[in-house]
């Protein structure tokens, strides 16, 4: 009785003798994913808070910088990455950059509306019990505008997890760096597994800053509770 063909071999789109045998290289991989997207979405979170309270406290700025802010994440990721390239060098920091620049857009746009959403009253309330500008912003405002703020976050987390993949043209994709040549040799253990990794990552990350809104919002679970 003849033998089963080895599934690499017969270049089957799920083997996993491939699992099995690069399973180093794939968490590797994973980990410099990983790496880059939280890099990316932390670096990006820094710069949209001050951008947005800008954007907030002189009006005439809000405009252009969410213009900006469009016309930056409207770039293609590879023109992205290779107009960054002269700069960085063939670097993660190309990737990371260009990253931290296409988040922008969400989270700028996402904290500006949840500072929006929160009720005039509530304002008056809090000045009215001696509350200056700055403990009003952060104990106040900020709180309120949690729940909007970390839905751009899990957005701009999600679609960071799917934009590294092509960081790989200079050679820091994480995953991409997998996905990329083996759709060029027709590997498709490759392609498979490495895309279905890239598609875990979005969801347990997208699951992992749920729990964290609702730990930091028990009011929104009371709330809905009610």
Known sequence: MAAAPNCLVANDWICWEYVRSRSQELTDATLQHVWITVVSVLVGLAVSVPLALLARHRPAFAGPMLATTTLLYGIPSLAMFSLLTPVFGLSASVVVTGLVLYSLTILVRNLLAGLAAVPDEVREAARGMG?????????????????????????????????????????????????APAVQSSFRAQVLTASVLCVLLALVADLLLLGVQRLLTPWARAVKGG
Do not use: D, F
């Not at 403990?135 to 976050?153: D, F, K, N, S, Y």
């Not at 701009?156 to 994480?174: F, P, Q, Y």
């Open 131 to 179: 509350y200056g500008p700055a403990r009003l912003l952060w104990q106040v405002e900020l709180p309120l505008a949690l729940p909007t703020l970390m839905a751009g976050i899990r957005i701009a987390t999600v679609s960071t997890v799917a934009l590294t993949s092509v960081g790989s043209i200079v050679g820091s994709g994480g995953l991409g760096n997998l996905i």
